[in-house]
């Protein structure tokens, strides 16, 4: 069964601070893996990754793929208070619209 | 502002009702999605709308069904309700044939089965 976990589930840090979230996924016909930020009520669009080894960057976000080892991360550097959320991510399959969702990490920045 | 748009934003409904949730897409966009979100889990893929046809299911029974009209608006329907359809639905809708992966979701509609 295709699956896409993402660790960890929850993580509470200081303004300044620089996170990293992890999805790992073990999908058939994986075509890319997206990150999205929900923050309260509809994901939005981070970043779209189908090459391994190529970062993409976004201001203080940056995430990478290996497909090789079948997972990705999401950086964030000098976290602010407006980046709590909870990150999910996903994997889009071919022949398929359908995408694969972790259950998300919770992201909380404090001041 | 991804340009879709869901009404009701949140209902209420009891064991065995019927309910229908409603979806404008941007036009162009010929191409609908709906999702379910559990509290404290990610979207689940109900199923998927192109150019007024399914083409697309997930692990859903068939009360959950679905209508896409020719002016980008899209329908989701559940029928006898169960507590378990307490959740977050969210309708994403893109342009195009090629999933190229990136949705454009909606606020979502919350709905409570009591």
Known sequence: EDKVVQSPLSLVV?????????CSYEVTNFRSLLWY???????????????????????????????????????????????????????SLYNTDKLIFGTGTRLQVFP | ETGVTQSPTHLIKT????????????????????YQQALGQGPQFIFQYYRE?????????????????????????????????????????????VNTGELFFGEGSRLTVL
């Not at chain 2, 897409?25 to 010929?30: D, P, R, Y």
């Not at chain 2, 899209?74 to 994403?92: F, H, I, R």
């Open chain 2, 53 to 97: 046809e399914e083409n697309g299911r997930g692990n859903f029974p068939p009360r959950f069904s679905g209508l896409q009209f020719p002016n980008y608006s899209s329908e989701l329907n559940v029928n006898a309700l169960e507590l378990d359809d307490s959740a977050l639905y969210l309708c994403a809708s893109r342009t195009g044939t």
């Open chain 1, 37 to 91: 930020k929900q923050e309260k009520k509809a994901p939005t669009f981070l970043f779209m990754l189908t090459s391994s080894g190529i970062e993409k960057k976004s201001g203080r976000l940056s995430s990478i793929l290996d497909k090789k080892e079948l997972f990705s991360i999401l950086n964030i550097t000098a976290t602010q208070t407006g980046d709590s959320a909870v990150y999910l991510c996903a994997v």
């Open chain 1, 14 to 22: 200081h303004e300044g601070d620089t996170v990293t979230l992890n």
């Open chain 2, 15 to 34: 064991r065995g009702q019927q309910v229908t949730l409603r979806c404008s897409s941007q036009s162009g966009h010929n191409t609908v999605s709906w």
